[in-house]
């Protein structure tokens, strides 16, 4: 099991960059998989950035070459660099995480991205 908490979001002019953290409450490099995923309102949530417990990242077409996905094992944080900011990119921003068969999710941070 594990607990997940997201912070930083907030509201962005479009060009502009923010970064996501979000903390662990157990050792992040015994966690399969660690990803952020968004939802917008009316829409799916939509899985943009994963990284694996053997460092291998993956990006959604959407995001490639503007979010980067990172991890901090000693503070048990995964972090979502976010650059070159659209208003489509306005979202609850989810970090989640996959121990064994089962997927955790914490409970969010709005982005907010103004034209």
């Known amino acids: 099991q594990v607990q997940l908490v997201e912070s930083g979001g907030g509201l962005v002019q479009a060009g502009g960059s923010l970064r996501l953290s979000c903390a662990a409450s157990r050792n992040i490099f015994t966690i399969n998989r660690l990803g952020w995923a968004r939802q917008a309102p009316g829409k799916q949530r939509e899985l943009v950035a994963t990284?694996?417990?053997?460092?291998?990242?993956n990006y959604a077409d959407s995001v490639k070459g503007r979010f980067t996905i990172s991890r901090d094992s000693a503070k048990n944080t995964v972090y979502l660099q976010m650059n070159s900011l659209k208003p489509e990119d306005t979202a609850v921003y989810y970090c989640g995480a996959r121990v064994g068969w089962t997927d955790y999710w914490g409970q969010g941070t709005q982005v907010t991205v103004s034209s």
């Open positions: 990284v694996t417990s053997g460092s291998s990242t």
